[in-house]
């Protein structure tokens, strides 16, 4: 089971992954800025209780957390140490972030996190090879015990073989949804799948993107059938 918390709401569009973001694409259907960060009514949901006195989000529960912003934001850095104590408090629930900042986390780490909080898995998004190789080395280095890479959206053929091995748990790509998305070619999707197959690292193709091109053809994909139709793929790979 699995439930979202988005502690805060907004952000700033800072590489090219940002350019079509769902959030702003959300945010402008309904009049709103999405650049304007504010905390949410939700900011305590980990730990808020039933009139029994039981948490209304149960044990067990994978906390999808921050997906309408980003959790290291500058923005919310007075924030975030009730964040990292609610997460600390809740070590029955696995929160799951992920972020485009990555750089800036060992900046916004709690005092006691060590090598990372064992319930706390990141993910660092890496849309091309650009930002794969700035941000990945730093990832590596970082005290996290649970990592992961976002390719996602991914707008080329991105080069992770020398950055996979022996740390990340998984690598999740992804095409780009909406109106203007931009391209997701199948053999990008092939290299970095078989990038994950050569050094035994779980892959997953999570949706196709709204212009998936293959062998030469594009094939426009309406939103509720991108994630059946990448599923369908069958490129999925669990060592």
Known sequence: MSVLWNPWHGCHKISPGCANCYVYRGDARHGRDSSCVKKTGDFALPVKRDRQGAFKVPAGELVYTCFTSDFLLKEADEWRKDAWQMMRLRRGLNFLFITKRIERLTDCLPSDWGKGYENVHICCTCENQDRADYRLPVFMRAPIRHK??????????????????????????????????????????????RQCVEARVPFRFKQTGALYVKDGKAYRIQRRFQHSQAKAAKLDYDP
Do not use: T
Request: aromatic share 4%.
């Open 148 to 193: 992961s890479i976002i390719c996602e959206p991914l707008l080329e053929g991105v080069d992770l073989s020398h950055d996979l091995g022996g740390w990340c748990e998984q690598v999740v790509v992804g095409g780009e949804s909406g109106e203007n998305a931009r391209e997701c070619r199948h053999e990008w999707v092939l290299g970095i799948r």
